[in-house]
C-alpha cells in the first residue's frame, strides 16, 4: 500500500507540475490577434465587390496589426509588413474560384461613356 501511495504521490506532482506550464502556452497562443473577412454576398469577379473585398481585408489588416503593434513594442515590427502578411493571408485562404474571380476584376477597367 506504502509503495502505491508514493507512486500515486509522484503522478501527482508531475500532474501539478505541468499544468502552469500548459496554461503559459495556451496564454501566448490566445494573445495572438485575429480577424475574420466575410465572403458572404460577394461575387469576386465582379470589380466593385472586389474592391469591397479589398476595403475588408484593409480594415482587418488594421484591426489585427494595431494590435500586434500593441503587444509587441519594441520589437522589428512594421505596420506595412504586417498588412502585407495579412493580404497573402486573406488570398491563401480564397478557393481556387475565388481566386480567378479576382483575377478577373482586377484585370476589368471601368468605362464611363458620356452621351449627349
Known amino acids: 500500500m506504502r509503495k502505491f501511495m ?3 504521490t509522484a503522478a501527482a506532482t508531475v500532474a501539478l507540475a505541468a499544468v502552469p506550464a500548459l496554461g503559459l502556452l495556451q496564454n501566448a497562443h490566445a494573445a495572438e490577434p485575429t480577424a475574420t473577412i466575410s465572403l458572404v454576398g ?3 469577379s465582379n470589380p466593385a465587390q472586389a474592391a469591397e473585398f ?3 481585408v484593409e480594415a482587418a489588416g488594421e484591426q489585427v496589426c494595431s494590435a500586434k503593434a500593441r503587444t509587441n513594442p519594441g520589437t522589428d515590427f512594421t505596420m506595412a509588413g504586417c498588412k502585407v502578411a495579412v493580404r ?3 488570398a491563401r485562404q480564397l ?3 475565388q481566386r480567378q474571380g479576382l483575377r478577373v ?3 476589368s477597367t471601368p468605362l464611363a461613356i458620356a452621351t449627349r
Open 6 to 8: 508514493t507512486r500515486l
Open 88 to 90: 497573402e493571408q486573406a
Open 54 to 56: 479589398a476595403a475588408r
Open 95 to 97: 478557393s481556387k474560384s
Open 105 to 107: 476584376a482586377i484585370r
Open 42 to 44: 460577394l461575387n469576386l
